[in-house]
């Protein structure tokens, strides 16, 4: 079991800039690299959907609606993903969950980008 825990959330103004932050804080290092990141979000009544994806060696991968705009981005010695995210619209607004290895969850962090 991974413990996950997520923080950055915020209100923004369309156009700003926020940085999601992940920690697996029981994690040790040699563990740490070997996971998989991935960074969904989800609003009410909708499928929860992925929107970044980074792999132990891997490239990053982003979804269309993100891409150019979120850069997702791993600290192995603080033992934390950070999920970049600039010029932010209205309908980046959700609830941003982070996930190791496909099966650990984090409890989520709400985004709203509103004027």
């Known amino acids: 079991q991974v413990q996950v825990e997520e923080s950055g959330g915020g209100l923004v103004q369309p156009g700003g800039s926020l940085r999601l932050s992940c920690k697996v804080p029981?994690?040790?290092?040699?563990?740490?690299?070997?996971?998989?990141w991935n960074w969904y979000r989800q609003v009410p009544g909708k499928t929860r959907e992925l929107v970044a994806g980074?792999?132990?060696?891997?490239?990053?991968n982003y979804s269309d609606s993100v891409k150019g705009r979120f850069t997702i981005s791993r600290d192995n010695a603080k033992k934390v993903v950070y999920l970049r995210m600039n010029d932010l619209k209205p309908e980046d607004t959700a609830v941003y969950y982070c996930?190791?290895?496909?099966?650990?969850w984090g409890q989520g962090t709400q985004v709203t980008v509103s004027s």
């Open positions: 980074l792999s132990s060696g891997g490239s990053p």
């Open positions: 996930n190791v290895n496909g099966d650990q």
């Open positions: 029981r994690a040790i290092l040699s563990t740490f690299v070997t996971y998989t």
